[in-house]
């Protein structure tokens, strides 16, 4: 696939964004909520996440939503019994979404492995979680396919089952 470029958004990215997730969001993808884009788009110095995205000349085709839970209530590391003081170097996969156009085409692995390698501070992560509706089975094969496996299947976000995912990444591939 060519003719695309992946680049850390920047705040006033906030309307494309929205504007792609109003079009294209479908109902197994639980919608971001403007004041929580805005919280990643302030980068991972300034806020509490990024949001990568993949863009044409003109359009945005693609992005991922990348959190830093800290301590907060909801991050998934709770979930999986990490102790506090590793809760701080959890992040959450929040949201991916590829337009229509574009989808098919390894664009899930490819946001998630580019985030990985060179967008995301390494010293703030050693755990990456996601959740994802058991049904969506392209997002569940994409995860599956940078690593993350399955520990648990609980109702999340708006009550609906969610597969809950992980990758440890101190551990060996597969773990
Ligand atoms: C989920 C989504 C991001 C996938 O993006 P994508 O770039 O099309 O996915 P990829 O091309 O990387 O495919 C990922 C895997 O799913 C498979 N796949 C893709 N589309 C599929 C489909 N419609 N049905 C079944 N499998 C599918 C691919 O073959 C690939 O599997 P593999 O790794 O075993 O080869 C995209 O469909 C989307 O934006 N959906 C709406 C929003 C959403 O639900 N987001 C996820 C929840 S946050």
């Not at 301590?71 to 991916?96: Q, S």
């Not at 390698?117 to 995860?143: C, I, K």
Request: glycine residues 12%.
């Amino acid at each position: 696939m060519s003719g695309l470029r992946f680049a850390l958004l920047e705040p006033d990215a906030l309307g494309t964004v929205l504007a792609l997730q109003r079009e294209a969001c479908g109902p197994l993808m639980h919608p971001l909520g403007e004041a929580e884009l805005s919280d990643m788009l302030a980068g991972p110095h300034r806020g509490h996440g990024a949001v990568l995205g993949a863009l044409t000349d003109d359009a945005l085709a693609a992005f991922l939503a990348v959190q830093f839970p800290g301590r907060a209530d909801h991050n998934l590391g709770r979930d999986y019994g990490l102790h506090d003081g590793d809760l701080d170097r959890a992040l959450h996969f929040t949201g991916i979404l590829v337009h229509p156009d574009r989808r098919g085409q390894g664009l899930h692995r490819r946001l998630i492995e580019t985030a990985a390698q060179g967008v995301l501070p390494p010293d703030r992560h050693r755990y990456w979680f996601a959740t994802v509706r058991p049904e969506n089975t392209a997002s569940v094969r994409g995860m599956l396919s940078v690593g993350m496996h399955v520990f648990a299947r609980k109702p999340k976000h708006d009550g609906h089952d969610r597969l809950l995912f992980v990758r440890d990444l101190s551990a060996p591939a597969g773990g």
